[in-house]
Each structure stands twice: as C-alpha cells, then as structure tokens.
C-alpha cells in the first residue's frame, strides 16, 4: 500500500522557537496533502489543505502566518509552526491523497511539546 | 455541527466477539470512510463506502451505509486483541476531498 513518511515522530522545543514537520510520500505522486491536529482522546481537525505548487487552504480559525504550509513538490509537504507557544503543543498529523483515490494515506503522526 | 458522530464513545468486548459502532452524520455526503488509530499513531484506512452502496465487506469488517437516515454501521467480526483501538468514520461532501472526522469510538478487546 502507499506510504507516507512523516517526521519528526516528536519534537520538544522552547517557547519563541519554530519547527518544521514534513510529510512525504514515499511511492506515489500526491498533488494534494492535508494537515491535522489532534488533541488527545479527540478527533482529527483538518487545519489546511495543500495543494502542491500553490498556496495551501487553510479551515477558518487556523492562522496562516502560525502555520505556514509548503508544498514544493508531489511528494513533500511542510508545515512550520512559527514561535510555537505552550497551546500549540498537540498532535501533528499529514495525509496524502493519491490523484485517482478518494483515500488519504496518513503519516504516523509528530507530536509536539512546546516548553 | 459536528459531521460524524460515532457511538459508543468506547466499547470493551472480549476476544472472539463481534464489535458494532455507529457513525451518524448531518448532512448528504459523497462517500463515508473508517479509519483506524492505534494509540499516538497515525490511521489507516480501513473501507470506503459511497452514498450509492448500501453494504462493503472487507476481511472480517462489515460497513453497511442508510443514506436515508444519515448513518453508517461498522462490524468487526471475531475480534482479536490487536483490534485494540479507536475507529474513526469520515464524511465525504462533494469533489474537494476533505474528510471531515467523528469523534471515533475507543475498541478495547481484551484476551
């Protein structure tokens, strides 16, 4: 089946500091990957969707200057968490969307603890 | 409104039981998806149904889709231990492919 690589898996960092998280498809060609957070014992909130080569789309109430996506070609993705504070600690994950399937092939998750 | 509500919150069976959970969802949608979650992993998918089917099977999973009453069933058959885990139902509307998640159900299957 297809794999999508995500990391880091978790990442501690101090407050004021960014991180980057990438995503990537490891054995297919993904025009459109989508960026989640999930807080624990919770469901998955879609945050932005990327679309590769153009600017990402991000869901009302997530900023975009806090979480900025890149997606510079068909198999990676990044998602840059800007002087990441305390409340941004959460659970970080990616999906890939194969062009012909309705299927998301999701990564293994990062998990974010900001100090 | 929430799009996707799976029931039970959590659910403990024994080893070799069926386990059934539920999704409802608000409103028409194009396809309903499952998805499985180990603790602090990522999901796999598991089945997708589209708003035209009634019934999918896969292995030991049953998906059964009522358009008509905006809910969808998902049966594990003869459940083993490393079924452990939290199931998700995800909606599809229209043609951007965004999947809008439940709030999952927690399977624990104790050996």
């Known amino acids: 089946g297809a794999v999508v690589s995500q990391h880091p898996s978790w990442v501690i960092c101090k407050s004021g500091t960014s991180v980057k998280i990438e995503c990537r498809s490891l054995?297919?060609?993904?025009?459109?990957m989508f960026w989640y957070r999930q807080f624990p014992k919770q469901s998955l909130m879609l945050m932005a969707t990327?679309?590769?080569?153009?600017?990402?789309?991000?869901e009302q109430g997530v900023e975009k200057d806090k979480f900025l996506i890149n997606h510079a070609s068909l198999t990676l993705s990044t998602l840059t968490v800007t002087s990441a504070h305390p409340e941004d600690s959460s659970f970080y994950i990616c999906?890939?969307?194969?062009?012909?399937?309705?299927?998301?092939?999701f990564g293994a998750g990062t998990r974010l603890s900001v100090l | 409104s929430q799009q996707g509500e799976e029931d039970p919150q959590a659910l403990s069976i024994q080893e070799g039981e069926n386990a059934t959970m539920n999704c409802s969802y608000k409103?028409?949608?194009?396809?309903l998806q499952w998805y499985r979650q180990n603790s602090g992993r990522g999901l796999v998918h598991l089945i997708l149904?589209?708003?035209?089917?009634r019934e999918k099977h896969s292995g030991r999973l049953r998906v059964t889709l009522d358009t008509s009453k905006k809910s969808s069933s998902l049966l594990i058959t003869a459940s083993r231990a490393a079924d452990t885990a939290s199931y998700f139902c995800?909606?599809?509307?229209?043609?951007?492919?965004?999947?809008?998640f439940g709030k999952g159900t927690l399977l624990t299957v104790n050996p």
């Open positions: 999906s890939a969307r194969m062009t012909s399937e309705n299927i998301q092939y």
């Open positions: 054995d297919f060609q993904a025009t459109t």
């Open positions: 990327s679309n590769e080569g153009s600017k990402a789309t991000y």
């Open positions: 409103t028409s949608i194009n396809n």
């Open positions: 149904i589209r708003s035209n089917e």
């Open positions: 995800a909606t599809v509307r229209g043609s951007n492919y965004k999947l809008t």
